[in-house]
């Protein structure tokens, strides 16, 4: 049931954008999109909910495709501090409160 | 307290002993989780307190590890006889609990678990 993710590393400029996928292999009620900074806890970014909706967080953003029962996150023109790891954690109708996170997403902003 | 606490920050013990972790949720917080996250990965799920509600310990990966949360407050993970491979960063979490789905999760800085 863990999600996957990809891809495993990217590597941007400031000022670049980028995508990150998070794909489920069964229907998804909720993705939840956390970041980690190394050696850090991982810090809550945004929750999306079943209906496909596209949430903010500064310029970064995310979309659900129930459909395709996955979610991508979009760094837009990516800054310094967005440099991390980034975990989505999925949430199935049948075990609410319960997550299961990708591996994980390495992201380095570089000046 | 403003966020999830956790203690011990890091703990090294010797192959063999048990081990005892704490966690002090959000206060208000009636759900409480417990995760493990191996060095460079991601987290693993290893057991969920809700309320009265009997705990989801689904998760749990052998009988040497067991949790109890006292009321809707702290929480004790225990791993009996450590073994090398439970080296990792031991991650709690709270969120309300209010019975809805799609609540955030407030993590903990976790606790460093280092078994020689």
């Known amino acids: 049931q863990q999600p996957v993710q990809s891809p495993q590393a990217v590597i941007l400029r400031e000022g670049e954008d980028a995508v990150i996928n998070c794909s489920s292999s069964?229907?998804?009620?909720?993705v939840h999109w956390y970041r980690q900074k190394h050696g850090e806890a991982p810090v809550f970014l945004m929750i999306?909910?079943?209906?496909?909706e596209q949430k903010g967080h500064e310029k970064i953003s995310a979309s659900f495709n129930e459909k395709k029962q996955q979610s991508s996150l979009y760094l837009t023109a990516s800054q310094l501090s967005y440099s991390g790891t980034y975990f989505c954690?999925?949430?199935?109708?049948?075990?609410?409160?319960?997550?299961?996170f990708g591996a994980g997403t390495q992201v380095v902003v570089t000046p | 307290g403003a966020g999830v606490s956790q203690s011990p920050s890091n703990k090294v013990t010797e192959k063999g002993k048990d081990v005892e972790l704490r966690c002090d949720p959000i206060s208000g917080h009636t759900a409480l989780y417990w995760y493990r996250q191996r060095l460079g990965q991601g987290l693993e799920f290893l057991i969920y307190?809700?309320?009265?509600?009997?705990?989801?310990k689904s998760g749990l990966p052998s009988d040497r590890f067991s949790a109890e949360r006292t009321g809707e407050s702290v929480s004790t993970l225990t791993i009996q006889r450590t073994q090398q491979e439970d080296s990792a960063v031991y991650l709690c979490?709270?969120?309300?609990?209010?019975?809805?789905?799609?609540?955030?999760?407030?993590f903990g800085p976790g606790t460093r678990l280092l078994v020689l």
């Open positions: 999306l909910l079943k209906g496909g």
């Open positions: 307190f809700q309320g009265n509600s009997a705990p989801d």
């Open positions: 954690g999925t949430e199935y109708s049948d075990s609410w409160g319960k997550l299961q």
């Open positions: 069964k229907a998804l009620y909720s």
């Open positions: 979490a709270s969120s309300l609990g209010d019975g809805g789905a799609g609540e955030t999760q407030y």
